[in-house]
Antibody, heavy 118, light 106 residues
Framework: QAHLVQSGAEVKKPGASVRVSCKASGYTFTFFSIAWVRQAPGQGLEWMGW????????HFAQTFQGRLTLTADTSSKSVFMNLESLRFDDSATYFC???????????WGPGTTVTVSS | SYDLTQPPSVSVSPGQTASITCSSD??????SYWYQQKPGLAPRILIYKDTERASTTPARFSGSTAGTVVTLTISEVQAEDEADYYC??????????FGGGTRLTV
């Protein structure tokens, strides 16, 4: 059964960077892309970008271009999201989700809370 | 980019039918997907490719499409269906967009 596990909560200062990991199991890692979605407290879902672990190809929402980096490590079946120049409004829960099958984002990680605070 | 428009809230009594719409010109060309999210949890796929139920989706959930509007219908609503519902769609350039979400109150 496909499963995604994410790294733990982070607290960062404005201007810093944060790295969140997403480890896959239960399916062939290179067959699907991984998308990242965030949700600010009390707000809706916002797609950030995706990466294809097999090719390394990435695609970002325009909002995050220049600040977001996605990488994949096929040996550990993990994807890493790095968001730079953090602002207070980057405080959110960040989800990874399997992407690419018929059901689009069909398997989700539990989310990682990132708090930006001075 | 484009927007997917959902009503902010829908209220229904137990046993009734709830309908949640999602509208955008792009939906006449691209598939839609529906997600359910309960407090503190990750979203869960309900419907994919406009009308297909995910393997764990109860039969009382159904999706339909009519041009630029897609609809999630929940028949015989139960208390456990109280949640936020989001539509999702993508474009041919690899971009994805979520609707603003609809809070279903039972």
């Amino acid at each position: 059964q496909a499963h995604l596990v994410q790294s733990g909560a982070e607290v960062k200062k404005p201007g810093a960077s944060v790295r969140v990991s997403c480890k896959a199991s239960g399916y062939t890692f290179t067959f699907f892309s991984i998308a990242w979605v965030r949700q600010a407290p009390g707000q809706g879902l916002e797609w950030m970008g995706w990466i294809s672990p097999s090719s390394g190809r990435v695609h970002f929402a325009q909002t995050f271009q220049g600040r977001l980096t996605l990488t994949a490590d096929t040996s550990s079946k993990s994807v890493f999201m790095n968001l730079e120049s953090l602002r207070f409004d980057d405080s959110a829960t960040y989800f990874c989700a399997r992407l690419g099958g018929e059901a689009a984002m069909d398997v989700w990680g539990p989310g990682t809370t990132v708090t930006v605070s001075s | 980019s484009y927007d997917l428009t959902q009503p902010p809230s829908v209220s229904v009594s137990p046993g009734q039918t709830a309908s949640i719409t999602c509208s955008s010109d792009s939906l006449s060309r691209q598939f839609s997907y529906w997600y359910q999210q309960k407090p503190g949890l990750a979203p869960r796929i309900l419907i994919y490719k406009d009308t297909e139920r995910a393997s764990t989706t109860p039969a009382r959930f159904s999706g339909s499409t009519a041009g630029t509007v897609v609809t999630l219908t929940i028949s015989e609503v139960q208390a456990e269906d109280e949640a936020d519902y989001y539509c999702l769609s993508g474009d041919s350039n690899g971009n994805w967009v979520f609707g603003g979400g609809t809070r279903l109150t039972v």
